[in-house]
């Protein structure tokens, strides 16, 4: 089947500009994760979603940054006023998260990124 | 943000030759995951490991979790060409029951065939 996908693959925008990066997760996939990688550098969180709703979005890093996933499918990475320091490759995974991550198995699958070049 | 303490950065080996990375971490993690990533693409997981003490094997590739909870290896053995790219650790499961993944920097593996 599909994996996750992502869109735009590449997004160049300018300095101060809003920008929108598209996750498409795995078909029913409960819980969905935007990491942002830098260059030399591993995926760091930004926020995970379970179903519908933010259950964890302490890795934003600041109000420029806002996600959403309205129907509990697609989300969407939006961030305002782009600095040249948000310039990276922004990852999503998703999972089928079960009750309780003792059982294990709950493997997270990547999407091939979107690489964000602010000028 | 968190990251995981990974060794060595990079990596340069013949072919046939058998690799070794680790990753420490001040805070314990429930579960260790060691991933792989290729040029243009994301992280691919290769091994999951659930219990202190785990040793766990998939092909060539050995993996173990400290006893601790506060560690994990990957060996690789008898590499080949096509084990090249990035290897990341990553922590799942603390505290608080986040089910973010922190990761390690990365180990870049390049094999000289």
Redesign the interface.
Known sequence: GAG?SQTPSNKVTEKGKYVELRCDPISGHT?L?W?RQSL??????LI?F?GTGA??D??LPNDRFFAVRPEGSVSTLKIQRTERGDSAVY?C?S?L?RQS??L??????????TRLTVL | GQQLNQSPQSMFIQEGEDVSMNCTSSSIFNTWLWYKQDPGEGPVLLIALYKAGELTSNGRLTAQFGITRKDSFLNISASIPSDVGIYFCAGHGTQGGSEKLVFGKGTKLTVNP
Do not use: H
């Open positions: 996750v819980a994760y990491y030399g550098q591993g995926p760091e969180f995970y379970q259950a964890d302490s890795g990852l995974a999972s998260l991550t003792s294990g198995g709950d493997e997270q699958f990547f999407g091939p990124g």
